[in-house]
């Protein structure tokens, strides 16, 4: 009877979540189609696996873990699927999402660990907690994303008084 109240609890915290899994979704997906289906999923995977977030830590950064577990689990399976197909290609069928030029314009690898660091505000300990990476790893992808912003400022042609 006592699960009842804890689960309660635990959506209402995800609702308030939902805008920074949104955007962790964004730049781990780059696409329409399965960005919201990952939130769901990850909301849903909290959910029943409540009982593994442990006293003290935090339900982001928890939730940012489960959901990168559950994309690299998806690309794991789209990508075993493609290999089974016998065409041997697979039409991309979303779009990427607009509204984020300088995410999008960072690689796979660098997007999410700005994402959480830059924008987020995680420690490199906790972003390396959440990707499943070293914490020198964090640091070599966040030189990255920084180099990769600052090559897309230089090709802006906008200039400033």
């Known amino acids: 009877m006592n699960e009842m109240p804890a689960q309660t ?17 964004t730049v781990l997906a ?10 769901v999923r990850t909301c849903e995977a909290a959910v029943e696996k409540l009982g593994q977030l ?19 689990e ?8 493609a290999e089974r ?12 999402l607009p509204g984020q030029p300088a995410l999008e314009g960072l690689s796979r690898t660098s997007a999410p660990v700005f994402l959480l660091c830059g924008v987020e505000g ?4 906790e972003a390396a907690s959440v990707m499943g990476i070293t914490q020198d790893a964090v640091a070599v992808r966040m030189l990255l994303a920084r180099r ?3 090559t897309q400022g230089s090709q802006s042609t906008e200039r400033r008084a």
């Open 74 to 81: 998806e690309t794991r399976r789209r990508k075993n699927q």
């Open 148 to 150: 990769e912003l600052a």
């Open 30 to 39: 780059r696409d329409t189609t399965r960005v919201d289906p990952l939130v």
């Open 9 to 25: 609890d635990i959506r209402r915290e995800l609702v308030g979540l939902l805008p920074q899994l949104r955007r962790f979704a």
């Open 54 to 72: 442990k006293p003290g830590q935090s339900l982001l950064h928890w939730a940012f873990t489960l959901m990168r577990a559950l994309w690299t």
């Open 85 to 96: 197909d016998d065409s041997g290609r697979r039409a991309e069928q979303g779009r990427v």
């Open 122 to 125: 995680l420690t490199y300990a």
